[in-house]
């Protein structure tokens, strides 16, 4: 039955890298969410998986077009623009798949400062707001030219948090109280101010009483679903690791038949295709923390 399964893995595995050769350099979006991005995170996992390296020159082509569709003017949103783009960028460096000299985002962070300091902006959440652009700045911090503006930009956006609490929506809550938790868990030595964010992340829980499932921008997909898990484990401890498991377990029922819908992480192949590398390999689950 092990065997049966894994080899289903293998066949919608394929499935998926072939319609993302076809498709992926026609998807219009650069994104990570949804574009040209996540596809490129797959593809740099599948290159691993397989050992083939011409997937590799297939995603550096992608990386290359991707590059090109970008301006000064670019939209600087998580979901389809340069904050995710930058976020990718980081994974990518950090996982070694890119071995780069020069800071690849540093065209962004003009852009990046300027819709946190002076655009008008959507709202709190990940995906259209300040917590995805804060996302964004995160990364910056272990750069040391930019690293001025991360923390300014990160602080305006814990700011902006506190004074607003009351105003914040049930949509935004669970992007907000888990961007305060990363930022006063993982930053505090780079600066002291950070620290009290985590006084902030526990008024905020007290105050909107906020609940595990409280992820609304990870939909109802397959992938939304065990991503779902995985942030309820990360930031919650609501789930066991077993949770995981058990769903990349599910994964050979899921049906291939009903095509995805699109092409990026979320809700399209780029993202199918990581659950199943991660059903394959259950240890590589990091690409998670980036819906």
């Not at 083939?52 to 003017?73: A, K, P």
């Not at 804060?134 to 272990?142: E, Q, S, V």
């Not at 990026?264 to 295709?273: C, H, S």
Request: net charge negative; with cysteine; glycine share 8%.
């Amino acid at each position: 039955m092990i065997k049966n399964n894994c080899n289903r893995i293998k066949q919608d595995l394929q499935q998926n890298a072939d319609m993302l050769l076809l498709n992926g350099t026609l998807t219009e979006c650069p994104g990570l969410v949804h574009g040209k991005m996540g596809i490129t995170i797959f593809f740099f996992h599948y290159a691993q998986y397989s050992g083939d390296e011409l997937f590799v020159e297939y995603t550096m082509d992608l990386i290359s077009e991707m590059m090109n569709q970008l301006h000064v003017n670019s939209p600087a949103e998580y979901e389809k623009g340069l904050a995710g783009i930058g976020v990718g960028f980081d994974y990518l460096i950090r996982n070694n798949f890119l071995n780069v000299e020069d800071d690849i985002c540093e065209d962004f962070d003009g852009r990046m400062y300027r819709a946190v300091m002076y655009d008008p902006w959507q709202d709190f959440s990940q995906y259209a707001g300040l917590t995805g652009y804060g996302r964004y700045w995160m990364t910056r911090l272990r750069y040391q030219a930019p690293s001025v503006q991360a923390r300014e930009c990160l602080l305006r956006i814990a700011a902006l948090i506190e004074e607003r609490l009351l105003d914040i929506s049930e949509y935004e809550q669970s992007d907000v109280y888990c961007f305060l938790h990363d930022l006063s868990t993982n930053y505090t030595n780079l600066h002291e101010k950070f620290g009290s964010c985590k006084e902030l992340m526990q008024q905020c829980r007290r105050q909107w009483d906020v609940q595990p499932l409280d992820f609304p921008r990870l939909g109802g997909s397959a992938v939304g679903n065990i991503t779902r898990t995985y942030q309820r484990i990360r930031y919650f401890n609501d789930a066991l690791q077993d949770d995981i498991d058990i769903a990349l377990k599910q994964i050979p029922a899921l049906d291939m038949e009903k095509a995805p819908t699109g092409t990026g992480l979320l809700n399209g192949y780029a993202g199918e295709g990581l659950l199943r590398l991660t059903a394959l390999n259950p240890t590589n689950t990091s690409w998670m923390l980036l819906l």
